[in-house]
């Protein structure tokens, strides 16, 4: 896993995954006391990052890999995101998805024209195994959603840009605020910003409760969530980080910040009223990161997804 | 008025205004039947696409004109545009806003740093007579919402972008459709168009009961409005076109649409759930149409502003 496979998934992706704009409010700094910028991937196609990771991980199969299909497990983004990039490339798909995900998400996947195969999270059957299971009987080519090497260099397209429009901006030094669930996005962006941004210090940011990752980049060693249900964040539950995405968080990240779903909401609420764009709870992580708990100057914030319900959001809006 | 001022507006506001992104949504066109592009000018600067022409005008001004400040009148997103822009350049700034915008206008555009001057719309105040009166009481340098060619200038940048990414995804044949008030965006794009991507036509859209360019399009003279309140739309309600705006719209624009409050209110639900940004009434009537009137394959839709208050937003939301 290093840079030269994020650029060479950039150029694969160039004109299919969109260039998402870097937003800021003079509001939003003053509430918040330092600048904020917003990398508003929740404008990308599908409404998240994870887009990126599906367009490079199935525009890099061969011919017959494409012809036989793809297969992903994911709660949601992931899975819209493999589901268009697959059917651009003409590719069947299959995604194993947890029942109690959004409705909404579920819905999505399969107007994208994915097969949906659902599983019951809480009972503790493993997705992993069921994919890995349905790969095999049908042949078809499993995207991990985080611990994938075309999925990490396709979302560290996304640290490209931002290390594009740092420098742009004369940002030499600001805390880069991701989402994180598996760690793909966080890693991604972190050999990105090492190699075109070097003062950029990225630190993942999490849920109260779901906060394996915060907890292993403190340890040293990769630490597991005690429960995948009950959080408003659905779309940053993991089990745990990946052994391809820890080493690479270890190396390069910051410590990270833990957030509550109340501050998330607000942060829902913020970006609504003051960026003028949708965020989905666990999207917000990182906003929420930025107005209430970091201490840098200027931080880089990513808002990852905006796959939301109207119910969730008008519960966000109630926070104002 | 022409395309040379257009191009040298565009050439100031560079690297100040936000190139906004062209959005869609393969859910949106299935719903609608055709292909439909938002050109999202609520996630310009103070939320909406005035911000280009308050730019415009305001780093057209000499240095002494920037130093005695500027006044312009406005429902609220004109006023937030020209606000920020004369902060931005520390010229003082006026702003003269009815009593009945909505409060976070009003809010917004005290805390950009001018000074409001509120008056009473029912009661037939003419904004224009109180613009010109403290203009002329304290030197100040008016700067028109529409009929004013660097306010023009400004707005027909969003039409060279439009051009340009119309011509990158070889779209040589479609409907642009555009939030329309006084005329001041849609001459402007119609101009934009005209020169770099002629196979565009730029269309009007206004709501019910407040449809005077609408009309002027069909009579062949400017035409007014019988009332000036009592629509959710308030950023596109205007008297009537401009003396500068409605010769250009003339020459150069289709039939106008008229759209009704409900499928403004249903077209900021969609924008929500399918393209996760937020749009106010008026600046959703161009979608509206696009998804409910307009019969082209093709359809650039400009989403004007996004200054919303979450009272108003839920009842949209309430449409899905």
């Given at each position: 896993m290093n840079i030269d496979m994020i650029r060479a998934a950039a150029k694969r992706i160039e004109g299919h995954a969109r260039r998402t704009p870097l937003l800021s409010s003079p509001f939003l700094d003053e509430l918040a006391g330092k600048r904020i910028f917003l990398k508003?991937?929740?404008?990308?196609?599908?409404?998240?990052?994870?887009f990126r990771g599906g367009w490079s991980a199935v525009s890099a199969l061969t011919d017959n890999a494409l012809k036989t299909g793809v297969i992903a497990y994911s709660s949601g983004n992931h899975a819209q995101g493999v589901a268009l990039a697959a059917r651009e490339h003409g590719a069947p798909a299959v995604i194993v998805m947890p029942q109690d995900a959004p409705a909404v998400k579920i819905e999505n996947t399969k107007a994208l024209g994915a097969e949906v195969v659902l599983y019951d999270r809480a009972n503790g059957e493993s997705r992993e195994a069921i994919g890995i299971k349905i790969a095999q009987e049908r042949n078809l080519t499993l995207i991990r959603p985080y611990d994938e090497p075309e999925v990490i260099a396709g979302q560290g397209t996304c640290g490209l840009e931002i290390a594009q429009d740092a420098n742009a901006l004369g940002i030499t030094d600001a805390d880069v605020l991701v989402c994180c669930g598996g760690g793909g996005l966080t890693s991604g962006i972190a050999l990105a910003v090492e190699a075109d941004a070097p003062g950029l210090k990225v630190h993942p940011c999490e849920p109260e409760g779901f906060d394996d990752v915060v907890r292993s980049l403190a340890t040293g060693k990769i630490e597991s969530n005690a429960q995948l249900t009950g959080s408003i964040c659905d779309a940053i539950i993991t089990p745990q980080a990946g052994d391809l995405t820890f080493p690479i968080m270890q190396r390069l990240c910051g410590a990270g910040h833990v957030v509550k779903d109340e501050e998330c909401l607000r942060a829902m609420a913020l970006a609504f009223e003051r960026l003028r764009i949708v965020i989905e709870p666990g999207g917000a992580a990182a906003l929420a990161a930025a107005l209430f708990h970091d201490t840098s100057d200027t931080v880089i914030a990513v808002a990852t997804g905006g796959n939301v319900d109207a119910t969730m959001f008008k519960r966000a809006l109630e926070t104002l």
């Amino acid at each position: 896993m290093n840079i030269d496979m994020i650029r060479a998934a950039a150029k694969r992706i160039e004109g299919h995954a969109r260039r998402t704009p870097l937003l800021s409010s003079p509001f939003l700094d003053e509430l918040a006391g330092k600048r904020i910028f917003l990398k508003a991937e929740c404008l990308q196609h599908t409404g998240s990052f994870k887009f990126r990771g599906g367009w490079s991980a199935v525009s890099a199969l061969t011919d017959n890999a494409l012809k036989t299909g793809v297969i992903a497990y994911s709660s949601g983004n992931h899975a819209q995101g493999v589901a268009l990039a697959a059917r651009e490339h003409g590719a069947p798909a299959v995604i194993v998805m947890p029942q109690d995900a959004p409705a909404v998400k579920i819905e999505n996947t399969k107007a994208l024209g994915a097969e949906v195969v659902l599983y019951d999270r809480a009972n503790g059957e493993s997705r992993e195994a069921i994919g890995i299971k349905i790969a095999q009987e049908r042949n078809l080519t499993l995207i991990r959603p985080y611990d994938e090497p075309e999925v990490i260099a396709g979302q560290g397209t996304c640290g490209l840009e931002i290390a594009q429009d740092a420098n742009a901006l004369g940002i030499t030094d600001a805390d880069v605020l991701v989402c994180c669930g598996g760690g793909g996005l966080t890693s991604g962006i972190a050999l990105a910003v090492e190699a075109d941004a070097p003062g950029l210090k990225v630190h993942p940011c999490e849920p109260e409760g779901f906060d394996d990752v915060v907890r292993s980049l403190a340890t040293g060693k990769i630490e597991s969530n005690a429960q995948l249900t009950g959080s408003i964040c659905d779309a940053i539950i993991t089990p745990q980080a990946g052994d391809l995405t820890f080493p690479i968080m270890q190396r390069l990240c910051g410590a990270g910040h833990v957030v509550k779903d109340e501050e998330c909401l607000r942060a829902m609420a913020l970006a609504f009223e003051r960026l003028r764009i949708v965020i989905e709870p666990g999207g917000a992580a990182a906003l929420a990161a930025a107005l209430f708990h970091d201490t840098s100057d200027t931080v880089i914030a990513v808002a990852t997804g905006g796959n939301v319900d109207a119910t969730m959001f008008k519960r966000a809006l109630e926070t104002l």
